[in-house]
């Protein structure tokens, strides 16, 4: 528990003021709730990771377009270091002359944004029993005031001063020797911090929570499995769901449904919307039921940390196909109308539209090539249609028999964001295509043990590409174009009013296409695999676009015979900055 | 402005001028870097060498990872703070100790040494001026760029932030308090360990009210084992933050 008393300690006041007298630092307001808010229509810094709350990626900027796009140069780097160049999964954030970006093994820097010089570094101490399931990555920070607030792979979340880099507070998420970890970035609301955990591999229960992001002290808590209590400024909350509603017997009670890519925020219906990863044991012979809120969206109220409603994607999932994807609230225009709509691409390969304000079902589209699994969505009642494809039982014997599936358990998309330009009215997809083999076996739930009870091995559906930037239009349905990448799609999606997408490729490359037609217009090689997520902003009148390069994350780990595509790319972990050429005064 | 007020202000000045060019006086301990050291920690307030300050410590470290101190400036009145430094350490401060009213001004302790260098204590008193006590210590050395033991073995993360203690009385109403906490107290000079420890600590009587302080920094041993001495009766309350802002929260009672 955090202590105020010793914080206002007579000899650190001293320390402080005598800081603030030898460093004159300048007197910023500090990021405010309405910034966090505005953060899309405000050109001159990034305060959220997705670019807004809602989690657009897009900018309003336009200096940097289709026909200047070619003159697109960097402007500094600033390398990561150290021994640990793994998966560099994050956003930076720009704010008071300040790039705030995160690392692989829970790091995170202040660069002085106009030269990349290192203003402090922060290491969290990690234990070495941290137990992430996919890499040690961490997908970017949130502002708030004075602070930055970062995740860690020991499941602690770490507020840290903006200008000094030390430590304000620090609140654990959860046990990490029990399998809990965090890596996504926190989302502001109303001067809460809202976080989920990751560990759903481990039996670890889901869960959502809400912190006074000036102290972290606990709001609410959510738990995403049904059976579980919530909490509200230490009160009960009630249950979520109905107790063995959609869960056999105890099985609950280490039901996964990890929150591991956290939650973006629709402002005009006040909802919190929050990803549920898949069921926990994989082998769902062991658990009949629909398995809420596993593989769902939910949309929860920011004051009270009540569910508002739940849409799950792959009910009573067999096959890893976590609901964790963005759902990202945009006007969508059909038929002359304007509905209220969100949007999210998920792992099992539908893209779905759904009303953002009641979660009512829309539409839901393909976007990868082969779905084994399904046959298609009810439109009436919004659930899919199985197909005979489950794994099977291996309750009579050491395995059930094997199917082959596709998308693979690593999803049509995994974790990298998609993008959605206001101008073009399309979102723009990174999928991959792939199957998997996969077979069930026995398992039982053991602490800090991996929690599974079922074997695969990825396979590639094509011979010349995985990976495929897809134009979707939501109010169709339709794949209005695509990019095919030679290896798996990894890095989130940038689009501008320049009618530009950015993204990056394993292969190095950081590229720009053209947000109408997909033609490539741009590309830089970074040196090691672009599993970043881009943003661009504007200083002293310019545009700047930012990336990290570091190869990582879930595909070198857990690829199967992707691993041919992939297993000579180099390591790295640089963040590069870049903006137009302008040629030398004469 | 009257005459008198500016006589006082042009006295005033007198002593400012006079204190900052106060001599560094000569080191009996022969350090290379006590002269850059002295103008670092003392600025422009006045140093003297002080055999009431007492340094004790062993002649050569057995153990590099942990060396024992013991500080006694209880010959002093008045003092309002301790600063103890190895000159020769890559990071020198190894704590800072501010006794209140009912500690007195004495503390053991146990650093991390990396060559053979003086250690020093050196007390500030109520008027401003530094007392210096200090010795040599040889030693084999890289204490501080060594991973602490406890992160080969895991038990700084098993136990981590336990706090354990003792009270006992010794003469005059005088009660010594000996205190371990589990931390690490990486330096940040082992490869791929960030820097980890300790760095507030302090020490309350049953009521809440204020006994010490003491701010600690990379060179203090593994698991701080500290002891000090108190004038108060009863229970010690202990608080204590790392900068990673962990809180740790112990008692002791007699």
Redesign the interface.
């Given at each position: 528990?955090?202590?105020r008393?010793?914080?206002q300690?007579?000899?650190?006041g001293t320390a402080m003021a005598t800081f603030m007298l030898a460093s004159c630092l300048p007197a910023f307001a500090g990021v405010t709730d309405q910034m966090i808010s505005n953060d899309a229509a405000s050109t001159d810094d990034v305060v959220t990771v997705g670019m807004s709350q809602g989690g657009q990626r897009y900018s309003p900027l336009n200096k940097i377009n289709t026909s200047t796009v070619a003159d697109l140069v960097p402007v500094w780097t600033f390398s990561f270091g150290?021994?640990?160049q793994r998966g560099q999964e994050t956003q930076p954030l720009i704010y008071n002359g300040k790039v705030f970006v995160t690392g692989s093994y829970s790091r995170i820097w202040a660069l002085d944004a106009k030269t990349g010089e290192r203003l402090w570094a922060?290491?969290?101490?990690l234990?070495?029993?941290i137990m992430p399931c996919c890499d040690v990555v961490n997908r970017g920070a949130a502002l708030y005031d004075n602070l930055v607030i970062f995740s860690t792979l020991d499941a602690?979340l770490?507020?840290l001063n903006q200008d000094t880099g030390?430590?304000?507070?620090?609140e654990t998420l959860g046990d990490y020797k029990a399998g809990y970890s965090n890596t996504a970035a926190p989302l502001i609301v109303d001067g809460k911090v809202i976080t989920g955990v990751s560990g759903g591999e481990f039996g670890i229960v889901g869960r959502v929570d809400a912190r006074d992001a000036r102290t972290g002290k606990l709001v609410w808590t959510r738990p995403t499995v049904e059976g579980h209590m919530g909490y509200l400024n230490g009160q009960e909350n009630g249950i979520t769901g109905k107790l063995n509603a959609s869960w056999p017997g105890d099985m609950w009670k280490f039901g996964g449904a990890a929150t591991w890519l956290g939650c973006t925020y629709g402002a005009d219906v006040r909802l919190i919307y929050c990803g549920t990863g898949n069921p926990a044991p994989w082998n769902s012979h062991l658990r009949p039921g629909d398995n809420l809120y596993s593989s769902s969206t939910l949309a929860i109220t920011p004051d009270t940390g009540k569910i508002a409603w739940s849409y799950q994607t792959t009910p009573h999932d067999g096959w890893d196909f976590d609901g964790v994807n963005e759902f990202i609230p945009f006007d969508m225009k059909k038929d002359g109308k304007t509905v209220k709509a969100g949007a999210k691409a998920d792992r099992n390969g539908f893209f779905y539209v759904l009303d953002r304000g009641n979660g009512k079902f829309i539409s839901a589209s393909p976007f990868v090539t082969r779905q084994t699994w399904t046959k298609g969505v009810d439109a009436k009642t919004g659930r899919p249609i199985e197909a005979d494809t489950r794994p099977g039982d291996p309750a009579q014997a050491e395995r059930g028999k094997q199917v082959f599936s596709a998308p693979s358990f690593l999803g049509g998309k995994n974790w990298m964001p998609m993008a959605y330009n206001q101008n073009t009215g399309l979102f723009y997809v990174p999928a991959n295509e792939w199957g998997m083999d996969i077979w069930n076996e026995p398992i039982a739930y053991k602490k800090g043990a991996a929690y599974l009870g079922a074997g695969f091995t990825i396979h590639p559906l094509y011979d010349d590409y995985i990976g495929a930037l897809r134009a979707m239009d939501p109010a169709t349905g339709k794949i209005v174009w695509e990019y095919k990448n030679p290896a798996p799609l990894w890095g989130g999606v940038m689009t501008t009013a320049g009618d530009l997408v950015f993204t990056g490729t394993p292969e190095g490359y950081f590229k720009a296409f053209d947000a109408k037609t997909g033609k490539e217009l741009w590309k830089f090689q970074t040196g090691s695999g672009v599993v970043g997520q881009p943003v661009t902003w504007e200083q002293d009148g310019e545009q700047y676009v930012a990336v990290a390069s570091g190869w990582g994350g879930a595909v070198p780990l857990w690829g199967g015979e992707v691993a041919k595509k992939v297993k000579d790319i180099s390591q790295g972990g640089m963040l590069w900055v870049f903006k137009l050429h302008r040629a030398a005064a004469p | 402005m009257a005459a008198s007020a500016w006589r006082r202000l042009a006295l005033l000045l007198m002593l400012v001028t006079a204190s900052a060019q106060a001599e560094i006086p000569a080191d009996p301990l022969q350090s290379p870097a006590w002269r850059y050291l002295a103008q670092r920690y003392f600025g422009e307030a006045g140093v003297v060498f002080d055999p009431r300050v007492k340094l004790l410590l062993p002649v050569s470290a057995e153990n590099p990872l942990s060396v024992p101190v013991h500080v006694d400036a209880r010959a002093l009145a008045e003092v309002r703070e301790i600063l103890v430094f190895a000159d020769l350490n890559p990071i020198p401060v190894i704590l800072r100790y501010q006794p209140g009213a009912q500690a007195e001004p004495s503390l053991g302790f146990r650093f991390k040494v990396q060559q053979a260098t003086p250690v020093r204590a050196a007390v500030r008193t109520g008027d401003g001026q530094w007392h210096l006590g200090g010795a040599w210590i040889d030693a084999a050395g890289g204490g501080c760029t060594t991973p602490s033991l406890g992160t080969g073995s895991g038990l700084w993360k098993d136990h981590f932030g336990e706090i354990s203690g003792h009270l006992w009385p010794r003469e005059n109403g005088v009660q010594r308090l000996r205190l371990r906490v589990i931390h690490p107290m990486d330096t940040g000079l082992a490869g791929g360990i960030p820097a980890f420890y300790l760095d507030e600590l302090q020490l309350q009587n049953g009521k809440g009210e204020l006994l010490a302080k003491l701010q600690g920094f990379e060179p203090l041993a593994e698991n701080p084992l500290l002891s000090f001495d108190l004038r108060n009766a009863g229970v010690v309350r202990v608080l204590a933050r790392d900068t990673q802002a962990n809180q740790l929260r112990g008692s002791v009672a007699p």
């Open positions: 528990m955090m202590s008393t010793f914080k300690g007579h000899w650190r150290d021994e640990k922060y290491q969290h101490r234990p070495d029993g602690h770490v507020a030390k430590v304000v507070w620090n | -």
